[in-house]
């Protein structure tokens, strides 16, 4: 089995430098998920606003892929409105489970394409998903918030 | 080496699989028997014997294959007895697993009857148990308005008894404990905890998943009133455990599932119950499992438990050695072989247990990464993950030299080293 297909440099250096890391305010909705089946976890929070993400922090404890994952998560969704966040998200999520049949796209992915390794190890593919999920649970959640505070200032 | 079984080389012909070579044409190095053993050909052989010649129902054909079937699945049941030093054939009941076995104890203890567990009394476990042995007693705590109490840990992983008398009073009506530790690999003194909860009138449950495969067990001495263990980890096949129990506890316990086999009659006013084991066997067993655990117990028999025993020390006494020689290891649990079991979880700094066994898996060497179902005593320990080596009778020293060699290149790969 070829390790470095799964572990390549972009997905070591994120590990080792992660992005947007600790828990910082404002948020809208925190979140906390966890992989049952190996005990790896996130925490998670959303800010929202005029529907763009305007942060992702975070504290994860996890393996390489898991906390590399989450730091280029928070680098592609950050500053993007939220319909076109959910979008980088179907994309990642499409590429992580086709099995490694799935050409990445760049253009929509940048770094996340060096996940595309992972995608053939089904063992693994639960790592790089913990902190999508768990950012498209609290977005959903700090959207559904977003839209009850305007329908009651509205009112 | 002192204490490796003779004739190692022999006894790993027995078992194919470890002829297997993985991706990358590397040999197959297994150090993941505390997860599940591995099977030697006699178990195999048995099986497809049954399955070829002797299949039928048990206790209910009345055929020539009905008696051959039901012969082979009772002469498993002698033979666990006797693997175990039972007084009683009638004191094995077949389960499922230890899961099983355990829940079976925990569900019957909830339900009218001698030793019913209620409101005010108090169930005793510990802080390494595997979920398998906590999730079972919390549910029957909190259904029964009962309380459930955990022995801690000492720092050095071992059972902390010093409250022995405070931890196990009047009002204790269960201890539940594991013999060895899935984790920690830690020996536990099970004749002396026992011994306090008799006195007290409590009755104890022991958790041998991973005592019964490298131990000899004898379970009057043991001290246990009932005790559970799987059949994968004993060298036999998946889907069979053991629940051994008292014959007078068993006849204290109502039945578990009803259906059919667990009866004696059965009208529409109400039933009567079969008397031990059949009491809680409902419904068609794992026939062919009990008969190829019946060829596992003979094979370990044979080795003699007590020379398996000697050589899972001797493994796991180099183990500890090599380890030791791995920078930023850590090892938890007791770090003297004699005090346990051979399964050796680590930590390994700056590299996650996800990642080591990626890498180890990368040169053939198979160990389990995470939580080992045993999550509070990760928590004691303040560590989220591990990773566990466990090495079985057919272990070598050369294997454990492969694991020691991989750990070093996991460290130069996420550039430790």
């Known amino acids: 089995m070829d390790l470095d297909a799964l572990y390549q440099e972009i997905i070591l250096d994120h590990y080792k430098n992660p992005h947007h890391a600790g828990l910082r305010d404002p948020f809208e909705a925190e979140v906390h998920h966890v992989n049952p089946t190996c005990g790896d976890e996130v925490t998670l929070r959303v800010h929202v606003s005029d529907g763009v993400v305007q942060d992702v922090s975070y504290d994860a404890l996890g393996c390489s892929i898991s906390q590399a994952s989450a730091s280029v998560m928070t680098d592609l969704v950050i500053g993007k409105p939220v319909a076109e966040a959910m979008g980088i998200h179907e994309t990642f999520l499409a590429l992580m489970q086709g099995r490694g049949q799935v050409e990445p796209d760049e253009e929509v992915l940048e770094d996340g394409i060096a996940f595309a390794g992972v995608a053939r190890f089904p063992a693994r593919v639960k790592c790089a998903l913990l902190s999508w999920m768990a950012w498209k649970d609290a977005t959903a959640q700090a959207v559904g918030d977003d839209i009850t505070t305007k329908e009651t200032s509205n009112g | ?417």
């Open chain 2, 1 to 417: 080496m002192d204490g490796l079984l003779p004739d190692l080389e022999l006894i790993r012909k027995d078992f194919p699989i470890l002829q297997r070579t993985l991706a990358g044409g590397h040999p197959l190095v297994y150090l993941d028997s505390a997860n599940t053993s591995q099977k030697p050909q006699v178990v195999i052989d048995t099986m497809v014997d049954h399955l070829e010649r002797h299949n039928a129902n048990v206790a209910r054909a009345m055929h020539q294959l009905g008696a051959e079937s039901s012969e082979a699945f009772e002469a498993a049941r002698d033979k666990v007895a006797s693997f175990i030093k039972a007084p009683s054939r009638d004191e094995v009941v077949f389960t499922k697993n230890a899961s099983e076995a355990l829940n079976l104890v925990a569900n019957t203890l909830a339900w009218k009857g001698p030793l019913q567990v209620g409101e005010g009394d108090e169930v005793v476990i510990t802080e390494m148990e595997h979920h398998s042995n906590i999730v079972p007693w919390q549910l029957l705590t909190e259904r029964t308005g009962a309380t459930l109490r955990w022995f801690g840990l000492t720092d050095d992983g071992h059972l902390d008894t010093s409250n022995i008398d405070d931890m196990i009073t009047e009002r204790t009506k269960v201890v539940s404990l594991t013999w060895v530790s899935n984790m920690l690999g830690t020996v536990n003194p099970v004749a002396e905890i026992a011994r306090r909860a008799h006195e007290v009138g409590a009755i104890v449950v022991v958790d041998a998943s991973q005592a019964a495969p490298q131990l000899p067990v004898d379970v009057v001495a043991s001290g246990a009133d009932l005790l559970a263990f799987t059949g994968h980890k004993v060298v036999g096949p998946t889907g069979i455990g053991v629940l051994w129990g008292k014959r007078e506890v068993l006849d204290q316990l109502p039945p578990f599932l009803g259906g059919g086999e667990m009866i004696e009659t059965v009208t529409m006013a109400r039933s009567t119950y079969a008397g031990i084991p059949h009491k809680f066997e409902a419904g068609t067993p794992p026939i062919v499992e009990a008969v190829g655990l019946g060829a596992a117990v003979d094979y370990l028999s044979h080795l003699g438990m007590e020379n398996v025993h000697a050589h899972e020390q001797a493994i796991t006494a180099y183990a500890l050695e090599g380890l030791a020689t791995v920078p930023g290891l850590t090892v938890l649990g007791p770090l003297d072989a004699t005090q346990r079991g051979g399964a050796v979880a680590f930590e390994l700094e700056g590299v996650h247990p996800h990642d080591v066994a990626q890498v180890l898996d990368s040169r053939g060497i198979a160990v389990r990464a995470g939580h080992h179902c045993a999550k509070p005593a990760h928590a004691r320990f303040g560590v989220q993950s591990s990773t566990r080596a466990s090495s079985y009778l057919y272990t070598t020293p050369a294997e454990i030299d492969a694991l020691v060699e991989g750990l070093e290149y996991a460290r130069s790969y996420f550039k430790l080293a």
